[in-house]
């Protein structure tokens, strides 16, 4: 059993944010039926799904659907970077949803009161039901006003240096920029473990199993979830030759000796 698999539901993006890795992909959104055959294939590995790898998981047009199609047998968890949070005011089928504020920028038409009060009032509605973790791990010029913001709606007196629960269910989490894995990157190392492959796995909008939410692009490309069997590619000798490398504290695909996310 996994703790969790990502599962990317669409590699389409309303934003074009500078901190994140370029998506150089075919676009796309999974489709009913190949969901049906994805949550078919995952129900005895893992009880909690992620819709998240890249991506935005609210522009896909059946959200809701997918969301509660799945809650019988998973506990959803959602990233999003919040611009279309009310397309899910109404639906308490959901674990958690993570909003990564600092993905708001003053191009996008919208105000920020406007960004914020939507977030709000979506909080306000599912939070009986619901986890709400609101990320700050990028500097941001907006992430001062929106801390001032928090804390005159909740009536907190939040330090953007530290996590914080702002109210039951709702937390704030704060970390640091991480560098994306990416084959022309300048980090290099070669020691180093993981928790991908025994903790989660990520599965790719075209079917791609990797090993983590951070192979954006699919590099490490495990075996396909509607070509092959899920056992299958945990025994198959890349999949295992990783995780012999992390238990031993080697990387040995050259994507993971691009990526410094635990260091």
Known sequence: MYKKVYLEITNNCNLNCSFCIKNNRDKKFITMDEYKIVLDKLKDYTKYLYFHVSGEPLLHPNINDLINLASSNFQINITTNGYLIKRIKDNHNIRQINISLHSFSNKYNITLESYMEDIFDVIDSLKKDTYFSLRFWVNNEFNSKIIEMINDRYNVNLELQTGFKITDNV?????????????????????????????????????????????????????????DDLNEIINGDRYKKMLEGFKNNKKCEELCKKCNFLE
Request: proline share 4%; charged share 20%; aromatic share 12%.
């Open 171 to 227: 937390f704030v989490s704060v970390n640091k920029e991480f560098i994306w894995p990416d084959l022309n990157n300048d980090y290099y190392n070669e020691d180093g473990t993981c928790y991908a492959l025994k903790d989660h796995i990520g599965i790719l909008v075209n079917g791609d199993v990797v090993p983590c939410c951070l192979d954006a692009n699919g590099v490490i490309k495990l075996g396909n979830i509607y070509e």
